[in-house]
């Protein structure tokens, strides 16, 4: 059923390149991710089991899509094949389809329908897939989980323009000259998380208040998130730990900047879209500051520029990473899984074809190129470097 499917929406844009100019391949890709696969998998975590009985019918089918977008013959390695035609592996490629469904469920509210899955199913234990999925997920989905079902009435925080452009022009000098800008008793948090390379994440924070052109510091602080949070968690995290030592400080309500040189994590501050949990705490924090007279916003500093306060920050993120005590807050977190979900397909992409470069975008050496040149192209790759 999925291998008609999927032979059934092919056919209907195969025409595409009977056309005079036909569609670039990249356009063919995007078109075979975004509209074939899709419908040829659809349903698929309720009946992949990661068997070859499974696989042996679609592999026609994916194949196929492979040559759509290359052009290439019907005597074409399938290694070379999908490496060419910037496909993953089929196998690799259903389980992470089946994880990413698996993960969502494990962050559904608690009264949903739908359960995570489990080792013995209660619902429907006859569809395989529901087995499958319990073994991808079970060593990445541990600990306590973040909740992303809660809801919180805070508002986001307003971006303030950064007086860098960039990291490349001056960026130590114009930020100097924009703190001596600053009204006295201007509050100025500097904030940074930080990944070791066992994988364990940490923040830290300093916070400094202006006064005749000087920076004077009020506080630090730095904690250990463990080992299944990414960097932009704590990014989001530490504004929280920052924000909330100001709940109980002696200094003038006024005006609070916060510098951030990940733009990722303002973005989520200045609008939660996902509802992440870290994001969510350190709005509630800020509304809590707001009720009592203060003006909080947001800037990007650049990082790593020798500028003061971001590396002090930077220098107790690496010191709450390398504790060895978790924090209170520490929890295991979506996009972490959701990073590790991406490595599991990655691995075997790049195992099963050395030649590739795992990514679900289209190499960008060969943006706009005819689908009749890139035919001929491949085809030349081929003989001189993939069949040797």
């Not at 975590?45 to 499974?54: E, I, K, L």
């Not at 000259?177 to 904030?191: A, C, P, R």
């Not at 500093?301 to 690496?318: F, V, W, Y």
């Not at 990073?339 to 706009?368: G, I, N, V, Y």
């Amino acid at each position: 059923m999925a291998a008609a499917k999927g032979n059934q929406t092919l056919g209907s844009l195969g025409f595409l390149h009977h056309r005079s100019p036909s569609i670039p391949a990249h356009i063919a890709h995007h078109l075979a991710m975004m509209v074939v696969l899709p419908t040829m998998f659809w349903a698929s975590p309720a009946w992949w089991t990661g068997t070859p009985m499974v696989t042996a019918p679609l592999s026609t089918t994916y194949n196929a899509i492979a040559r759509w977008i290359t052009g290439l013959p019907l005597n074409t390695r399938i290694s070379n094949l999908l490496t060419l035609a910037q496909l993953p592996p089929l196998k690799a490629y259903l389980d992470y389809l089946s994880l990413q469904y698996t993960i969502r469920l494990h962050f559904l509210p608690s009264h949903h329908v739908l359960d995570p899955p489990r080792a013995t199913p209660k619902i429907s234990p006859s569809l395989p897939g529901l087995h499958h999925q319990y073994n991808l997920s079970k060593q990445l989905v541990m600990g306590k989980l973040e909740n992303r079902t809660s809801i919180s009435s805070a508002e986001g925080v307003p971006i303030t323009p950064s007086p860098n452009p960039d990291k490349t022009t001056r960026p130590q000098k114009l930020h100097e000259q924009w703190l001596e800008s600053q009204e006295n008793h201007t509050i100025i948090i500097y904030t940074d998380g930080s990944k070791l390379d066992n994988g364990s994440t940490g923040c830290g924070w300093a916070i400094y208040h202006c006064g005749d052109q000087h920076l004077y510091r009020l506080g630090e602080g730095s904690c250990h998130l463990g080992s299944q949070a990414k960097v932009y968690d704590a990014e989001l995290h530490v504004v929280q730990e920052a924000v909330s030592t100001l709940l109980t400080t002696t200094a003038p309500r006024g005006t609070v900047i916060i510098c951030i040189d990940n733009q990722a994590a303002m973005a989520t501050l200045n609008f939660n879209k996902h509802n992440h949990e870290y994001a969510r705490r350190a709005l509630d924090s800020i509304e809590d500051l707001r009720t009592l007279g203060w003006q909080i916003s947001i800037t990007w500093c650049p990082s790593h520029c020798n500028i003061r306060g971001n590396e002090r920050a930077d220098t107790l993120a690496k010191q709450g990473a390398g504790r060895s005590v978790l924090y209170r807050f520490a929890l295991t977190t979506k996009t972490w899984i959701l990073m590790q979900a991406r490595a599991q397909l990655m691995e075997p992409w790049k195992t099963q074809l050395p030649l590739s470069t795992p990514s679900f975008t289209f190499p960008k050496h060969l943006p706009e190129v005819e689908w009749a040149d890139t035919r001929a192209l491949w085809r030349v790759f081929l003989l001189e470097y993939m069949d040797r």
